[in-house]
Protein backbone atom coordinates (compact mmCIF):
# COMPACT_ATOMS: atom_id res chain seq x y z
CA UNK A 1 0.00 0.00 0.00
CA UNK A 2 1.08 3.39 -0.60
CA UNK A 3 2.46 5.42 1.94
CA UNK A 4 0.45 8.45 1.39
CA UNK A 5 -2.72 9.36 2.54
CA UNK A 6 -3.64 11.64 -0.46
CA UNK A 7 -3.31 11.58 -4.03
CA UNK A 8 -4.36 14.44 -5.76
CA UNK A 9 -3.61 13.59 -9.22
CA UNK A 10 -3.91 16.50 -11.78
CA UNK A 11 -6.99 17.94 -10.48
CA UNK A 12 -9.04 20.41 -12.31
CA UNK A 13 -11.05 22.91 -10.84
CA UNK A 14 -12.85 25.69 -13.52
CA UNK A 15 -15.99 27.69 -12.53
CA UNK A 16 -18.01 28.87 -15.04
CA UNK A 17 -18.78 32.59 -16.05
CA UNK A 18 -22.09 33.33 -16.82
CA UNK A 19 -23.21 36.52 -18.79
CA UNK A 20 -25.65 37.92 -21.51
CA UNK A 21 -29.13 37.86 -21.85
CA UNK A 22 -29.34 34.37 -21.19
CA UNK A 23 -27.08 33.71 -18.84
CA UNK A 24 -25.11 31.52 -21.33
CA UNK A 25 -21.38 30.19 -19.90
CA UNK A 26 -19.16 32.65 -21.84
CA UNK A 27 -15.60 31.78 -20.59
CA UNK A 28 -14.60 29.75 -17.35
CA UNK A 29 -12.05 30.73 -14.02
CA UNK A 30 -9.62 28.01 -13.98
CA UNK A 31 -9.55 27.94 -10.50
CA UNK A 32 -7.17 24.82 -10.16
CA UNK A 33 -5.61 23.70 -13.55
CA UNK A 34 -3.64 20.27 -13.35
CA UNK A 35 -2.79 20.39 -9.65
CA UNK A 36 -1.22 16.82 -8.41
CA UNK A 37 -0.36 16.65 -4.54
CA UNK A 38 0.56 13.39 -2.35
CA UNK A 39 0.86 13.67 1.30
CA UNK A 40 2.77 10.95 2.79
CA UNK A 41 1.22 9.90 6.36
CA UNK A 42 1.67 11.56 9.19
CA UNK A 43 3.37 14.42 7.63
CA UNK A 44 2.25 18.14 6.96
CA UNK A 45 2.16 19.86 3.39
CA UNK A 46 2.32 23.38 2.64
CA UNK A 47 0.28 24.94 0.21
CA UNK A 48 1.52 28.21 -0.35
CA UNK A 49 0.21 31.20 -3.19
CA UNK A 50 -1.06 34.50 -3.41
CA UNK A 51 -4.77 35.08 -3.32
CA UNK A 52 -6.83 33.69 -5.79
CA UNK A 53 -4.03 31.65 -6.63
CA UNK A 54 -6.61 28.31 -6.15
CA UNK A 55 -5.03 27.54 -3.00
CA UNK A 56 -8.75 26.83 -1.10
CA UNK A 57 -10.20 25.18 -4.30
CA UNK A 58 -7.94 22.11 -4.18
CA UNK A 59 -8.78 22.39 -0.46
CA UNK A 60 -12.37 22.25 -1.11
CA UNK A 61 -12.58 20.06 -3.85
CA UNK A 62 -10.49 17.24 -1.15
CA UNK A 63 -13.27 18.06 1.25
CA UNK A 64 -16.41 17.81 -1.14
CA UNK A 65 -17.24 21.26 -1.24
CA UNK A 66 -16.68 21.72 -5.44
CA UNK A 67 -17.32 19.89 -7.88
CA UNK A 68 -14.47 18.62 -9.97
CA UNK A 69 -13.86 19.50 -13.48
CA UNK A 70 -11.12 16.82 -14.47
CA UNK A 71 -8.31 14.41 -12.12
CA UNK A 72 -8.64 11.86 -9.60
CA UNK A 73 -8.46 12.15 -5.55
CA UNK A 74 -7.39 9.37 -3.68
CA UNK A 75 -7.67 9.07 -0.11
CA UNK A 76 -6.04 5.85 1.88
CA UNK A 77 -5.72 4.17 -1.81
CA UNK A 78 -9.77 4.52 -2.24
CA UNK A 79 -10.87 6.93 -5.09
CA UNK A 80 -13.18 9.92 -4.05
CA UNK A 81 -13.77 11.41 -7.27
CA UNK A 82 -14.10 11.62 -10.51
CA UNK A 83 -14.54 14.19 -13.29
CA UNK A 84 -17.57 16.03 -12.93
CA UNK A 85 -18.50 14.51 -9.91
CA UNK A 86 -18.56 16.48 -6.37
CA UNK A 87 -17.32 14.18 -3.82
CA UNK A 88 -19.34 13.15 -0.48
CA UNK A 89 -18.01 14.63 2.69
CA UNK A 90 -15.56 11.87 4.43
CA UNK A 91 -15.39 12.10 7.95
CA UNK A 92 -12.03 10.75 8.03
CA UNK A 93 -11.08 14.66 6.50
CA UNK A 94 -12.12 17.39 8.21
CA UNK A 95 -11.47 20.93 7.27
CA UNK A 96 -10.05 24.40 9.64
CA UNK A 97 -11.32 27.17 8.60
CA UNK A 98 -8.93 30.71 7.60
CA UNK A 99 -11.77 33.38 9.90
CA UNK A 100 -12.12 32.19 13.44
CA UNK A 101 -15.09 34.88 14.02
CA UNK A 102 -17.10 34.01 10.60
CA UNK A 103 -16.35 30.57 10.62
CA UNK A 104 -18.23 29.79 14.31
CA UNK A 105 -21.62 29.92 14.37
CA UNK A 106 -22.14 33.10 17.00
CA UNK A 107 -25.42 32.00 18.00
CA UNK A 108 -24.29 28.30 19.14
CA UNK A 109 -22.72 27.26 22.36
CA UNK A 110 -19.22 25.77 22.13
CA UNK A 111 -20.69 22.63 23.25
CA UNK A 112 -23.18 22.74 20.36
CA UNK A 113 -20.49 23.78 17.79
CA UNK A 114 -18.19 20.48 19.14
CA UNK A 115 -20.63 18.23 19.65
CA UNK A 116 -22.41 18.81 16.03
CA UNK A 117 -19.64 16.41 14.18
CA UNK A 118 -20.44 13.53 16.93
CA UNK A 119 -24.17 14.07 16.67
CA UNK A 120 -23.76 13.27 13.06
CA UNK A 121 -21.44 10.36 13.35
CA UNK A 122 -21.75 8.84 16.56
CA UNK A 123 -24.61 8.33 18.55
CA UNK A 124 -23.95 9.35 22.16
CA UNK A 125 -25.92 9.88 24.98
CA UNK A 126 -26.23 13.58 25.80
CA UNK A 127 -23.98 12.33 29.21
CA UNK A 128 -21.25 10.67 27.11
CA UNK A 129 -21.45 13.79 24.67
CA UNK A 130 -21.09 16.34 27.51
CA UNK A 131 -17.92 13.94 28.44
CA UNK A 132 -16.72 13.69 24.92
CA UNK A 133 -16.38 17.68 24.51
CA UNK A 134 -15.11 18.18 27.75
CA UNK A 135 -11.86 15.74 26.85
CA UNK A 136 -11.63 17.52 23.02
CA UNK A 137 -11.77 21.00 25.57
CA UNK A 138 -9.06 19.70 27.64
CA UNK A 139 -7.45 18.26 24.58
CA UNK A 140 -6.86 22.05 23.01
CA UNK A 141 -6.45 23.46 26.44
CA UNK A 142 -9.69 25.13 26.90
CA UNK A 143 -11.03 25.62 30.80
CA UNK A 144 -14.12 23.37 31.17
CA UNK A 145 -15.92 26.30 32.28
CA UNK A 146 -15.88 27.20 28.26
CA UNK A 147 -18.86 24.56 27.58
CA UNK A 148 -22.02 26.64 27.43
CA UNK A 149 -20.04 30.08 26.43
CA UNK A 150 -20.59 31.69 22.83
CA UNK A 151 -17.75 31.95 20.58
CA UNK A 152 -17.58 35.91 21.24
CA UNK A 153 -16.19 35.38 24.61
CA UNK A 154 -13.50 33.85 23.31
CA UNK A 155 -10.20 35.53 21.65
CA UNK A 156 -9.24 34.96 17.93
CA UNK A 157 -6.43 31.83 19.50
CA UNK A 158 -9.39 30.77 21.71
CA UNK A 159 -12.00 30.57 18.88
CA UNK A 160 -9.37 29.22 16.77
CA UNK A 161 -8.86 26.04 19.12
CA UNK A 162 -12.45 25.93 19.40
CA UNK A 163 -12.34 25.07 15.39
CA UNK A 164 -9.69 22.50 15.99
CA UNK A 165 -11.50 20.96 18.61
CA UNK A 166 -14.19 20.88 16.03
CA UNK A 167 -11.85 19.41 13.23
CA UNK A 168 -10.61 16.93 15.85
CA UNK A 169 -13.86 15.60 17.16
CA UNK A 170 -14.33 12.50 15.03
CA UNK A 171 -10.82 11.43 15.27
CA UNK A 172 -9.72 12.10 11.32
CA UNK A 173 -6.97 11.34 9.16
CA UNK A 174 -6.41 14.35 7.36
CA UNK A 175 -7.05 17.81 8.22
CA UNK A 176 -6.93 20.55 6.01
CA UNK A 177 -6.23 23.95 7.52
CA UNK A 178 -6.90 27.01 5.51
CA UNK A 179 -4.91 29.85 6.48
CA UNK A 180 -5.85 29.10 10.43
CA UNK A 181 -3.81 31.89 11.63
CA UNK A 182 -3.59 34.37 8.90
CA UNK A 183 -6.90 36.55 10.90
CA UNK A 184 -5.12 36.09 13.96
CA UNK A 185 -2.75 38.93 15.78
CA UNK A 186 0.77 38.49 14.87
CA UNK A 187 1.07 38.35 18.38
CA UNK A 188 -1.09 34.69 18.77
CA UNK A 189 -0.28 32.91 14.99
CA UNK A 190 3.26 31.50 16.42
CA UNK A 191 1.11 29.74 19.87
CA UNK A 192 -1.77 28.62 17.81
CA UNK A 193 0.85 26.97 14.98
CA UNK A 194 2.88 25.32 17.67
CA UNK A 195 -0.31 23.96 18.94
CA UNK A 196 -1.28 22.82 16.16
CA UNK A 197 1.86 21.42 15.44
CA UNK A 198 1.51 19.07 19.07
CA UNK A 199 -2.11 18.33 17.81
CA UNK A 200 -0.63 16.94 14.54
CA UNK A 201 2.15 14.96 16.36
CA UNK A 202 0.17 13.46 19.35
CA UNK A 203 -2.59 12.77 16.90
CA UNK A 204 -0.36 11.45 13.93
CA UNK A 205 -2.74 13.66 11.59
CA UNK A 206 -1.77 14.45 8.04
CA UNK A 207 -2.49 17.89 7.33
CA UNK A 208 -2.83 19.62 4.19
CA UNK A 209 -1.74 23.74 5.43
CA UNK A 210 -2.68 26.05 2.94
CA UNK A 211 -1.22 29.55 3.61
CA UNK A 212 -0.20 32.88 1.88
CA UNK A 213 2.90 33.34 3.67
CA UNK A 214 5.98 30.72 2.65
CA UNK A 215 6.95 31.75 6.95
CA UNK A 216 3.72 30.19 8.27
CA UNK A 217 4.25 26.52 7.18
CA UNK A 218 8.55 26.86 7.13
CA UNK A 219 8.73 24.85 10.59
CA UNK A 220 5.23 23.14 9.90
CA UNK A 221 5.83 21.43 6.75
CA UNK A 222 7.77 18.80 5.37
CA UNK A 223 7.01 19.53 1.66
CA UNK A 224 5.78 22.80 0.36
CA UNK A 225 3.98 23.30 -3.21
CA UNK A 226 3.36 26.95 -4.60
CA UNK A 227 0.84 27.46 -5.85
CA UNK A 228 0.14 30.12 -8.62
CA UNK A 229 -2.51 30.88 -10.86
CA UNK A 230 -4.28 27.48 -10.48
CA UNK A 231 -0.65 25.26 -11.18
CA UNK A 232 1.54 24.30 -8.77
CA UNK A 233 4.96 25.79 -10.06
CA UNK A 234 7.37 24.65 -7.69
CA UNK A 235 7.43 21.95 -4.86
CA UNK A 236 9.82 20.26 -2.71
CA UNK A 237 11.11 19.51 0.82
CA UNK A 238 11.02 23.01 3.17
CA UNK A 239 14.79 22.87 3.02
CA UNK A 240 14.83 22.68 -0.42
CA UNK A 241 12.36 25.17 -0.86
CA UNK A 242 14.23 27.66 1.86
CA UNK A 243 17.78 26.86 0.71
CA UNK A 244 17.66 26.78 -2.96
CA UNK A 245 14.43 27.91 -4.51
CA UNK A 246 14.33 27.63 -8.27
CA UNK A 247 10.83 29.52 -9.13
CA UNK A 248 11.32 33.24 -9.60
CA UNK A 249 7.34 33.59 -7.65
CA UNK A 250 8.91 31.42 -4.93
CA UNK A 251 11.73 33.30 -4.71
CA UNK A 252 9.71 36.04 -4.45
CA UNK A 253 7.82 34.61 -1.34
CA UNK A 254 10.87 34.16 0.42
CA UNK A 255 11.84 37.83 -0.15
CA UNK A 256 8.31 38.65 1.21
CA UNK A 257 8.69 37.39 4.77
CA UNK A 258 9.27 39.89 7.01
CA UNK A 259 12.34 39.03 8.96
CA UNK A 260 14.70 41.68 11.67
CA UNK A 261 17.49 38.93 11.45
CA UNK A 262 20.29 40.56 9.93
CA UNK A 263 21.59 37.51 8.21
CA UNK A 264 18.26 36.82 6.50
CA UNK A 265 17.98 40.50 5.39
CA UNK A 266 21.13 39.93 3.81
CA UNK A 267 19.78 37.33 2.28
CA UNK A 268 16.02 38.41 1.40
CA UNK A 269 18.52 41.39 -0.45
CA UNK A 270 20.24 39.23 -2.81
CA UNK A 271 16.92 37.50 -3.82
CA UNK A 272 15.71 40.39 -5.19
CA UNK A 273 18.77 41.53 -6.84
CA UNK A 274 18.04 37.80 -8.00
CA UNK A 275 14.63 38.13 -9.09
CA UNK A 276 15.82 41.42 -11.00
CA UNK A 277 18.05 39.95 -12.58
CA UNK A 278 15.57 36.79 -13.76
CA UNK A 279 12.60 39.20 -14.12
CA UNK A 280 13.42 40.39 -17.15
CA UNK A 281 15.11 37.02 -19.03
CA UNK A 282 12.32 34.54 -17.45
CA UNK A 283 8.93 36.74 -16.89
CA UNK A 284 7.59 36.79 -20.43
CA UNK A 285 8.59 33.30 -20.88
CA UNK A 286 6.72 31.46 -17.91
CA UNK A 287 4.17 33.73 -17.70
CA UNK A 288 2.81 34.31 -21.47
CA UNK A 289 -0.74 36.20 -22.11
CA UNK A 290 -2.35 33.01 -21.51
CA UNK A 291 -0.68 32.74 -17.93
CA UNK A 292 0.41 29.67 -19.02
CA UNK A 293 2.85 27.86 -16.64
CA UNK A 294 4.75 24.92 -17.87
CA UNK A 295 4.69 21.59 -16.18
CA UNK A 296 7.32 20.53 -13.27
CA UNK A 297 10.62 19.27 -14.06
CA UNK A 298 12.37 17.31 -11.27
CA UNK A 299 15.66 19.04 -10.18
CA UNK A 300 16.29 16.45 -8.06
CA UNK A 301 14.38 13.26 -6.12
CA UNK A 302 11.74 15.39 -4.65
CA UNK A 303 12.49 18.97 -5.30
CA UNK A 304 10.58 20.08 -8.67
CA UNK A 305 9.80 23.38 -10.66
CA UNK A 306 7.89 24.87 -13.26
CA UNK A 307 10.54 26.87 -15.06
CA UNK A 308 12.26 28.98 -15.51
CA UNK A 309 15.46 26.87 -16.22
CA UNK A 310 16.13 28.28 -19.57
CA UNK A 311 18.86 26.35 -21.45
N1 LIG B 1 -17.49 29.31 -6.40
C1 LIG B 1 -16.73 30.03 -7.24
N2 LIG B 1 -17.25 30.53 -8.39
C2 LIG B 1 -16.47 31.24 -9.25
N3 LIG B 1 -15.16 31.52 -9.06
C3 LIG B 1 -14.61 31.05 -7.93
C4 LIG B 1 -15.33 30.29 -6.96
N4 LIG B 1 -14.50 29.97 -5.94
C5 LIG B 1 -13.30 30.51 -6.25
N5 LIG B 1 -13.36 31.14 -7.45
C6 LIG B 1 -12.24 31.83 -8.12
O1 LIG B 1 -11.19 30.89 -8.25
C7 LIG B 1 -9.93 31.51 -8.07
C8 LIG B 1 -9.18 30.81 -6.96
O2 LIG B 1 -9.80 31.08 -5.72
P1 LIG B 1 -9.33 30.44 -4.33
O3 LIG B 1 -10.26 30.93 -3.27
O4 LIG B 1 -9.16 28.99 -4.49
O5 LIG B 1 -7.90 31.11 -4.15
P2 LIG B 1 -6.98 31.16 -2.87
O6 LIG B 1 -5.60 30.94 -3.37
O7 LIG B 1 -7.48 30.23 -1.84
O8 LIG B 1 -7.15 32.65 -2.39
P3 LIG B 1 -7.52 33.24 -0.94
O9 LIG B 1 -6.25 33.16 -0.16
O10 LIG B 1 -7.94 34.65 -1.24
O11 LIG B 1 -8.62 32.40 -0.37
C9 LIG B 1 -10.22 32.99 -7.78
O12 LIG B 1 -10.10 33.69 -8.99
C10 LIG B 1 -11.65 32.97 -7.31
O13 LIG B 1 -12.29 34.19 -7.60
Known amino acids: MSNNLLEINDLKVHFPIKGGFFNTVKDHV ?38 ITDGEIYFQGEKLSGKGKKIGIHRDIQMIFQDPYSSLNVRKRVFDIVAEPLK ?17 L ?26 VARAIALNPKLIIADEPVSALDVS ?18 TMLFIAH ?41 IAAIPDTNVDKVERNMQLR ?31 KVALPVKG
Open 30 to 67: RAVDGVSIAIPRGTTYGLVGESGSGKTTTGKAVMGLNQ
Open 120 to 136: NYEKLSKDALVEEVLRL
Open 138 to 163: ERVGLPAGSLYKFPHEFSGGQRQRIG
Open 188 to 205: VQAQVLNFMQEIQQEMDL
Open 213 to 253: DLGVVRHMCQHIGIMYQGRLVEEGTADEIFNNPQHLYTKRL
Open 273 to 303: RQIKEEYDRHFNEYLDDEGRVFPLKAISGTH
